[in-house]
């Protein structure tokens, strides 16, 4: 028997390779597919199934090129529907995987639709659990996430709270539970950073599996604290269930060098976005105008979807030299399959044929600090989370969360002089590029952000109180 975890940090998803006696399935499978079949064909194994715990919201499975690839059977859980052929499994239907068996356990309330499966070893013993989105390490699945459906969120926890009660915590302790996300995922709000555990320790760490929890009191914890999904989610979701153009078209439209004259001719297309994926020091120094920055050393799939709004939107790609193909492999997870080409080349090809630039003015902590009580007309935007600001933020510093900054930024005041700064710089930056998008230029980024402002010491910090809100 083979097991392997299969993490991918950025998505903080976990697909997974079960193997036995020459068979494999894949759990979950990421958009990019060859790995599985490498991975399988270096063992010597066939791949059996495509096992899909749910119709996934925050990125595009590979489900569909896997089948295709291979001819592995697609399995969903009972009540799923989708325009592909796939194998609808019966609650408590057994799936033969060389000398194992896999058993079905539907599990409903992140969506109706879920669920996990349970290893069984040659002697039927349970082994292991592939829990998806039902549950988490240190936490279970959001039940407000299910695409066209008719039941509450209220309900939907009410059905996850007998999914856990009478399909998961009555098997044994020792069953280790491997879920499909980890810390970092907008699938939960309290993830542990471990990546599996044993079920008999999640029963006693666990919020959610308290034995005496009631019904009741299950809804309000797995409701209280949750804030809006980003709005690529339901878009991915449909995609799951609709299909998709295969990874390799994308990637091989998505790859296409653009000279510098080509890729100003293609900025001037209705629909089009020039993202910027470079260090976010590199970006501040010279980008061409418009562009959005999201780079890609940071959490950069999740981010382009809240800050893109449309999949279909025409991506103009401004990378570093030779990360093009990661460009779009981690576009291609989230699905945006309409990037139209790199620029080849990068920026330094724009700047040296003498097309026109910008650049966001940064300022150090220290100036940011002897400054900042004798500024006048400037504002200081706080673009961090919500509950971070409300942790922590400097007395008079307004929030303004890079999340909701598309719904917000056309309520700013094109005539003012802002400071922006996050917990590091990241978020800042791509704050900055937004609000110049959108015709703000007097935009400052604070270096280092609300880290290096704090450990100064010069400024006074509000801790714990009231959201200061500017909308």
């Given at each position: 028997?083979?097991?392997?975890?299969?993490?991918?940090?950025?998505?903080?998803?976990?697909?997974?390779?079960?193997?036995?006696?020459?068979?494999?399935?894949?759990?979950?499978?990421?958009?990019?597919?060859?790995?599985?079949?490498?991975?399988?064909?270096?063992?010597?194994?066939?791949?059996?199934?495509?096992?899909?715990?749910?119709?996934?919201?925050?990125?595009?499975?590979?489900?569909?090129?896997?089948?295709?690839?291979?001819?592995?059977?697609?399995?969903?859980?009972?009540?799923?529907?989708?325009?592909?052929?796939?194998?609808?499994?019966?609650?408590?239907?057994?799936?033969?995987?060389?000398?194992?068996?896999?058993?079905?356990?539907?599990?409903?309330?992140?969506?109706?639709?879920?669920?996990?499966?349970?290893?069984?070893?040659?002697?039927?013993?349970?082994?292991?659990?592939?829990?998806?989105?039902?549950?988490?390490?240190?936490d279970v699945g959001r039940p407000d996430l299910a695409v066209k459906t008719d039941l509450s969120q209220e309900d939907l926890a009410s059905?996850?709270?007998?999914?856990?009660?009478?399909?998961?915590?009555?098997?044994?302790?020792?069953?280790?539970?491997?879920?499909?996300h980890g810390q970092g995922s907008a699938c939960g709000k309290n993830m542990?950073?471990?990546?599996?555990?044993?079920?008999?320790?999640?029963?006693?760490?666990?919020?959610?599996?308290?034995?005496?929890?009631?019904?009741?009191?299950?809804?309000?914890?797995?409701?209280?604290?949750?804030?809006?999904?980003?709005?690529?989610?339901?878009?991915?979701?449909?995609?799951?269930?609709?299909?998709?153009?295969?990874?390799?078209?994308?990637?091989?439209?998505?790859?296409?060098?653009?000279?510098?004259?080509?890729?100003?001719?293609?900025?001037?297309?209705?629909?089009?976005?020039?993202?910027?994926?470079?260090?976010?020091?590199?970006?501040?120094?010279?980008?061409?105008?418009?562009?959005?920055?999201?780079?890609?050393?940071?959490?950069?799939?999740?981010?382009?979807?809240?800050?893109?709004?449309?999949?279909?939107?025409?991506?103009?790609?401004?990378?570093?030299?030779?990360?093009?193909?990661?460009?779009?492999?981690?576009?291609?997870?989230?699905?945006?399959?309409?990037?139209?080409?790199?620029?080849?080349?990068?920026?330094?090809?724009?700047?040296?044929?003498?097309?026109?630039?910008?650049?966001?003015?940064?300022?150090?902590?220290?100036?940011?600090?002897?400054?900042?009580?004798?500024?006048?007309?400037?504002?200081?935007?706080?673009?961090?989370?919500?509950?971070?600001?409300?942790?922590?933020?400097?007395?008079?510093?307004?929030?303004?969360?890079?999340?909701?900054?598309?719904?917000?930024?056309?309520?700013?005041?094109?005539?003012?002089?802002?400071?922006?700064?996050?917990?590091?710089?990241?978020?800042?930056?791509?704050?900055?590029?937004?609000?110049?998008?959108?015709?703000?230029?007097?935009?400052?980024?604070?270096?280092?952000?609300?880290?290096?402002?704090?450990?100064?010491?010069?400024?006074?910090?509000?801790?714990?109180?009231?959201?200061?809100?500017?909308?």
């Amino acid at each position: 028997m083979e097991i392997k975890q299969l993490y991918t940090g950025c998505l903080a998803e976990a697909a997974y390779y079960i193997e036995s006696n020459g068979e494999a399935a894949i759990i979950d499978p990421l958009r990019e597919v060859d790995q599985y079949i490498e991975m399988a064909a270096s063992r010597g194994a066939t791949i059996k199934y495509v096992l899909e715990t749910h119709f996934h919201a925050d990125f595009v499975s590979g489900h569909l090129d896997l089948a295709k690839k291979t001819g592995a059977k697609i399995v969903y859980g009972p009540t799923a529907s989708a325009n592909f052929d796939f194998h609808v499994a019966t609650d408590g239907e057994e799936l033969p995987l060389g000398k194992m068996t896999i058993k079905v356990l539907h599990t409903p309330g992140h969506t109706m639709e879920s669920a996990s499966y349970l290893l069984l070893d040659e002697s039927k013993t349970p082994h292991s659990i592939y829990t998806g989105d039902t549950l988490f390490i240190g936490d279970v699945g959001r039940p407000d996430l299910a695409v066209k459906t008719d039941l509450s969120q209220e309900d939907l926890a009410s059905h996850l709270f007998d999914s856990l009660r009478n399909k998961i915590m009555p098997l044994p302790d020792h069953v280790m539970v491997y879920p499909g996300h980890g810390q970092g995922s907008a699938c939960g709000k309290n993830m542990s950073k471990e990546t599996f555990d044993t079920l008999g320790n999640q029963k006693k760490t666990n919020y959610a599996l308290r034995a005496d929890m009631t019904r009741e009191e299950f809804i309000q914890a797995v409701l209280t604290g949750l804030v809006s999904p980003p709005q690529y989610f339901p878009k991915n979701a449909a995609m799951n269930k609709q299909g998709y153009r295969s990874f390799e078209e994308v990637r091989e439209a998505g790859l296409r060098k653009l000279s510098v004259d080509q890729f100003e001719n293609e900025m001037k297309v209705e629909n089009t976005i020039v993202l910027d994926t470079r260090h976010e020091s590199e970006f501040t120094k010279g980008f061409i105008p418009s562009s959005v920055f999201i780079g890609i050393d940071g959490t950069f799939a999740p981010w382009v979807g809240v800050l893109i709004e449309d999949l279909n939107s025409r991506i103009l790609v401004v990378a570093d030299d030779g990360r093009e193909e990661e460009v779009i492999t981690r576009l291609a997870r989230v699905g945006y399959d309409n990037p139209i080409g790199v620029l080849d080349g990068g920026f330094n090809a724009w700047e040296n044929a003498g097309k026109p630039t910008d650049a966001i003015r940064n300022i150090s902590p220290e100036d940011f600090a002897n400054g900042y009580l004798g500024y006048t007309g400037i504002e200081t935007l706080d673009v961090r989370k919500a509950s971070e600001f409300e942790s922590q933020h400097i007395d008079g510093a307004k929030n303004l969360p890079l999340d909701f900054l598309l719904n917000t930024v056309e309520q700013l005041d094109k005539g003012k002089n802002y400071m922006v700064h996050c917990a590091g710089g990241y978020r800042s930056v791509a704050a900055a590029s937004i609000m110049k998008k959108h015709g703000i230029s007097s935009v400052t980024n604070v270096l280092g952000g609300f880290k290096a402002i704090e450990q100064l010491g010069k400024l006074p910090i509000t801790e714990f109180h009231e959201q200061v809100t500017m909308l």
